[in-house]
């Protein structure tokens, strides 16, 4: 079993930036690759940025240039450095975790950019 928190939501003015992270706990040594993916209404759930085991990371072409993806091992923790946000970035974000066996996900957190 995996657990995943996130943190670093919140309302943001379009221009500015957030870091999100993501806490890992239990079997952190099955986790093969993390990412975030986002969710605005109406639409359906879509990959932001995902690294993986070995370091490798690729990004949606939307956010491409503004979202930068890493990952501090000794702190179990995966983060999404946002920059440059705009309006359509508004989101529910959540944190992703794939083992052999399955996927797991955070609860996600709320992501709002507006003036």
């Known amino acids: 079993q995996v657990q995943l928190v996130e943190s670093g939501g919140g309302l943001v003015q379009p221009g500015g930036s957030l870091r999100l992270s993501c806490a890992a706990s239990g079997s952190i040594a099955s986790i093969r690759a993390s990412g975030w993916y986002r969710q605005a209404p109406g639409k359906q759930r879509e990959l932001v940025a995902r690294?993986?085991?070995?370091?490798?990371?690729n990004a949606a072409d939307s956010v491409t240039g503004r979202f930068t993806i890493s990952r501090d091992n000794a702190k179990n923790t995966v983060y999404l450095q946002m920059n440059s946000l705009k309006p359509e970035d508004t989101a529910v974000y959540y944190c992703?975790?794939?083992?052999?066996?399955?996927?797991?996900w955070g609860q996600g957190t709320q992501v709002t950019v507006s003036s």
């Open positions: 690294i993986t085991y070995s370091g490798r990371t």
């Open positions: 992703n975790a794939v083992t052999y066996i399955r996927d797991y």
